[in-house]
T-cell receptor, first 115, second 113 residues
Framework: NAGVMQNPRHLVRRRGQEARLRCSPV?????VYWYRQLPEEGLKFMVY????????ESGMPKERFSAEFPKEGPSILRIQQVVRGDSAAYFC?????????????FGPGTRLTVL | AQSVTQLDSQVPVFEEAPVELRCNYS??????LFWYVQYPNQGLQLLLK??????LVKGINGFEAEFNKSQTSFHLRKPSVHISDTAEYFC???????????FGTGTRLTIIP
């Protein structure tokens, strides 16, 4: 019974390159959340997606960041033209969203380092 | 908008001693409350949650928390800690019907042998 999977676990990019982070939710979960954890800080909400829909992107930086959750395949968080300030741990969580309260199950995270 | 304050960034505790990690929240509407644990280089694991009902909530690994509405607090307690409890602990809230989590800045619990 696999949990949330994220890959890669560690990603190193040079300034100006693109970073692509992948998240495979728990089987059967149709809702995905992305959070960012900057060094020495708590997690901050970025975006909430349902398959083929962005539900809430209020935490996403206005430029360079995008997210998708296609009908088939993992959810992708894309960061274009990375800068040093993008260095952080990026966590994905999934939930079944069946009504009432739905627990979020977190993946192990992708640690992005921008040189 | 809701917010979460964890006043203690680091808490050292001797093994087998009790511990309390403090969490206060701010919200104009009712919230759900959570405590998560993060072991080094791992994701977050849910320790316990308060949705409604009894204000004393029991979780995994012997932890419990008490919801105090008048003091807007949700402090985490364990009567006797173990070396394996060394980790970062995050308090979080979400609004009814909106599962977006708002986290505190975390408390690093260090157990001293």
């Amino acid at each position: 019974n696999a949990g949330v999977m994220q890959n890669p676990r560690h990603l190193v990019r040079r300034r100006g390159q693109e970073a692509r982070l992948r998240c495979s939710p728990v089987k059967g979960h149709s809702h995905v959340y992305w959070y960012r954890q900057l060094p020495e800080e708590g997690l901050k909400f970025m975006v909430y997606l349902q398959k083929e829909n962005i539900i809430d992107e209020s935490g996403m930086p206005k430029e360079r960041f995008s997210a998708e959750f296609p009908k088939e395949g993992p959810s992708i968080l894309r960061i274009q033209q990375v800068v040093r300030g993008d260095s952080a741990a990026y966590f994905c969580a999934s939930s079944p969203r069946t009504g009432g309260y739905n627990e979020q199950f977190f993946g192990p995270g992708t640690r992005l380092t921008v040189l | 908008a809701q917010s979460v304050t964890q006043l203690d960034s680091q808490v050292p505790v001797f093994e087998e001693a009790p511990v309390e990690l403090r969490c206060n929240y701010s919200s104009s509407v009712s919230v759900y409350l959570f405590w998560y644990v993060q072991y080094p280089n791992q994701g977050l694991q849910l320790l316990l949650k308060y949705l409604s009902g009894s204000t004393l909530v029991k979780g995994i690994n012997g932890f419990e928390a008490e919801f105090n509405k008048s003091q807007t607090s949700f402090h985490l307690r364990k009567p006797s800690v173990h070396i394996s409890d060394t980790a970062e602990y995050f308090c979080a809230v979400s609004l009814f019907g909106n599962e977006k989590l708002t986290f505190g800045t975390g408390t690093r619990l260090t157990i001293i042998p």
